[in-house]
């Protein structure tokens, strides 16, 4: 079994070749949800992976709701034996939209974010990890479409995104929903740059 140790958090990773094992896109995105993240908030996470972001916000703040979404079953497992609530779902599905209960203060997506087109998808569950339709921002556009249905007055959400994706696209639709948005965290990696948007609903 292997583990990764990051911030007092001790993730176990499963079936590595079934789900996606963090990198330099979680670790951004897990310390901009560290910085945003307050004691009393209720969270959510959308497609939660090994459920890496949410442990390492458990490990780190008292008094926090989280739970978490997941479409690939082997990583939902996964994110249930690092102690994470999760629902085996695509993005928002079976979560009951602007209901008091299902309303949250801080939503966080790693979503994912590469161009691919059909010729380069992958066979198999892990393929939902990577694949953003041929712009990149197919399941993102989707998640931004929907995600006002599950803030609460003033929330937030934390989206992280890649250069090659299309920061300036991303950023317009944003502020096209309504969300005041920032840039909180991003990081060089080889061929692009890794960015943390943030969006706060007035």
């Not at 602007?98 to 790693?110: A, E, H, Q, V, Y």
């Not at 974010?113 to 992958?122: G, M, N």
């Not at 921002?137 to 090659?164: A, H, N, W």
């Amino acid at each position: 079994m292997v583990e990764i140790e990051y911030k007092n958090a001790r993730v176990k990773l499963g079936e590595t070749d079934l789900v996606y094992e963090p990198a330099e896109d979680s670790f951004l995105l897990a310390d901009a949800a560290l910085e945003e993240a307050e004691p009393g908030m209720r969270v959510l996470e959308v497609g939660a992976g090994s459920g890496f972001v949410s442990a390492v916000l458990r490990a780190n703040l008292e008094n926090v709701r989280i739970i978490a979404t997941e479409i690939n079953p082997h990583a939902a497992r996964c994110a249930k034996e690092n102690g994470v609530e999760v629902i085996r779902t695509d993005l928002f599905r079976g979560i009951e939209p602007r209901s008091p209960k299902t309303r949250f203060d801080l939503i966080l997506f790693n979503p994912p974010y590469l161009p691919t087109s059909e010729k380069e998808k992958l066979s198999g569950w892990l393929n939902y990890a990577f694949d953003g339709g041929a712009s990149g921002r197919e399941t993102l556009d989707r998640f931004l479409d929907k995600v006002s249905f599950y803030l609460r007055p003033g929330g937030k959400i934390l989206v992280l995104i890649s250069s090659i994706t299309g920061v300036e696209a991303v950023q317009e639709k944003m502020e096209g929903l309504g969300f005041a948005v920032d840039i909180v965290g991003r990081t060089k990696v080889s061929f692009e740059e890794l960015v943390v948007v943030r969006g706060r609903l007035s």
